[in-house]
């Protein structure tokens, strides 16, 4: 993509100056079009047991809702770099939007449970496109000196995404199921307005051809693979056929793209770009990293209703302190990274993360939510120096022309780690809650009255006690993952990046 002609390129030393209003612009579109995509996965969370009694069908059929659109989120993101080289970015951002917003208008028409499903697909397909993009036109706008305070405003959505999703959700059922969705369309609409008026026109000049054999072997792939991972935790194994049969075809379609790539001069996922050393070991730290993140992540909240017997709303507020904790660090860490580079941020804050998650493998069915916000804080703080910064690790050395590229191949890494990392803490937990008969009755006393009429009060602290011991130890394989993600971390820079050959100077909106 070339540079607008009537843009102005910022003097030699503008790039370490603070971000000025423009940027701020930009980033604010880019974060408008971030929280709608990230709240549509954890929003119709809470919606569930709504989508089971309204459309009459069963937890398993329901939870499509979600696997759906997740899967075509997945499934487009390998498309973005490409699409973005060719149409620009402010165009396919503005396409992803309507997508998105047509997609959401259509799940509050839904009829029956399949439509919804379907509906959730063409979400998806917009969805999927917002983050990579939003990255890519934040990072051109603010140049490579300024990645480190961009990447901190664009991950608040990130991190608030997942704890903000069960209250919003949980207020808006209250009203009506549709909401959900509709709320998308006032928001979405401003944002596409927004985008039209503060993103700088830009003039793409396509010399790529396009990768069709990647894209036959890449985006089935990665969907057919993330299908059978997101199905460890309704199978509870995973030698289920419905597990092994997609996974390993989406595994041979992976490996077979990673064989075409690497001959192929403009492939649809550039993984020449592993030759950045920079890039590869943020990869490795970003998918360590995420999976035992967004793995531990569904603990707590699952903890919080089946142990405690709170409401997903309840939970939802109970989980408020990481994310201000992260509000904190983030934008210090942002800074920091611009002046000292990644390395010694990223470490300090997955250490943060694994001293506050060593706390949570010692939960019982009474601790004190006072430690439990204490420690979710402390752990908020190490989240706001880890995930951003390892983004930045990886796009701050890339050429302008390498950035679209670079944010595709990390969100990528970033929704396969989540479903992993999803998959593995589930089925550890389930493994750990089953066999006992008490903390089965517990468990099913919480939604079932009669239950905790019959069984003796003794017996039912009991299985609580064990079910809390349970989640402890579920606990220690997050602690385990986040203390091997120091290994990759310590190979992140540790000194102010430099300016790569062919990068522009930052793109200023608004002159």
């Known amino acids: 993509m070339t540079q607008p002609p009537d843009s102005r390129a910022a003097g030699p030393d503008s790039a370490s100056d603070a971000l000025d209003a423009a940027v ?36 398993a059929v329901a939870a499509w809702s979600m696997t759906g659109y997740t899967l075509a989120l997945a499934s487009v993101i390998p498309l973005t770099g490409w699409a973005a080289d060719r149409f620009g970015t402010k165009r396919l951002y503005m396409m992803a939007l309507v997508l998105f917003v047509f997609g959401s208008m259509l799940c509050a028409t839904a009829w029956n449970i399949e439509t919804l499903i379907a509906f ?9 496109m917002l983050m990579p993009l939003g990255m890519t036109i934040m990072t051109h706008a603010a140049g490579p000196q300024r990645i480190g305070r961009v990447m901190a405003v664009l991950g608040v959505p990130m991190l608030l995404g997942p704890i ?5 959700g949980g207020w808006l059922i209250g009203f009506s199921w549709k909401l959900i969705f509709l709320i998308n369309v006032p928001i979405g609409i401003v944002a596409l307005v927004l985008a039209l008026v503060v ?13 069709l054999l990647g894209m036959v ?38 490996v077979a793209f990673v064989f075409h790539a690497l001959r192929t001069e403009h492939p649809l996922i550039d993984l020449h770009l592993f030759r950045n050393r920079s890039l590869t070991f943020a990869v490795l730290t970003m998918l360590l990293f995420a999976v035992a993140f967004f793995g531990s992540g569904l603990l707590l909240p699952t903890y919080l209703q089946q142990v405690r017997g709170e409401s997903a709303l309840a939970a939802g507020l109970l989980l408020a302190p990481q994310g201000l904790g992260a509000m904190v660090t983030m934008p210090i860490a942002g800074r920091l990274v611009d002046k000292i580079g990644p390395g010694k941020i990223v470490l300090t804050g997955v250490s943060i993360i694994a001293v506050a998650l060593l706390f949570f493998t010692r939960l019982h069915s009474d601790t004190s939510y006072v430690l439990i916000g204490v420690a979710l804080f402390v752990m908020g703080l190490g989240m706001g120096c880890t995930m951003m910064p ?31 990392g999803t998959a593995v803490i589930s089925v550890v937990l389930t493994n750990q809650l089953t066999g006992n008969k008490l903390i089965g009755l517990a468990i099913a006393s919480r939604s079932q009255p009669e239950i905790a009429a019959q069984v003796p009060p003794d017996a039912l ?10 989640f402890a130890h579920t606990y220690i394989v997050a602690v385990i993952l986040v203390v091997v993600t120091l290994i990759p971390a310590a190979f992140l820079p540790r000194t102010k990046p430099k300016i790569p050959e062919g990068t522009d100077a930052p793109v200023l909106m608004g002159h």
């Not at 993103?199 to 990768?211: I, K, L, N």
Request: hydrophobic share 50%; aromatic share 6%; glycine share 10%.
């Open 24 to 59: 701020f612009k930009v980033a604010g579109v880019v974060v408008l079009g971030a929280i709608m995509s990230i709240l549509d996965i954890t929003v119709v969370t809470i919606a569930l047991p709504k989508f089971q009694t309204e459309f009459h069908t069963s937890t």
């Open 120 to 128: 959730r697909v063409i979400q998806g397909l917009g969805g999927g």
């Open 164 to 168: 903000l999703g069960p209250i919003l």
């Open 199 to 211: 993103f700088p026109a830009d003039r793409p000049e396509p010399s790529q051809s396009f990768d």
């Open 217 to 254: 072997l890449a985006s089935p792939g990665l969907a057919l693979f993330l299908f059978g991972v997101s199905s460890i935790p309704e199978k509870h194994t995973v030698m289920a056929a419905r597990v092994l049969i997609p996974a390993a075809l989406g595994l041979v379609l992976m």
């Open 390 to 420: 390892t983004m930045t690790a990886a796009i701050q050395t890339l050429t302008h022309e390498q950035v679209a590229r670079g944010s595709t191949l990390m969100n990528i890494v970033n929704q396969t780690a989540a479903s992993i």
């Open 461 to 470: 602290e009991s299985g609580f006690s064990a079910a809390a011991g349970a």
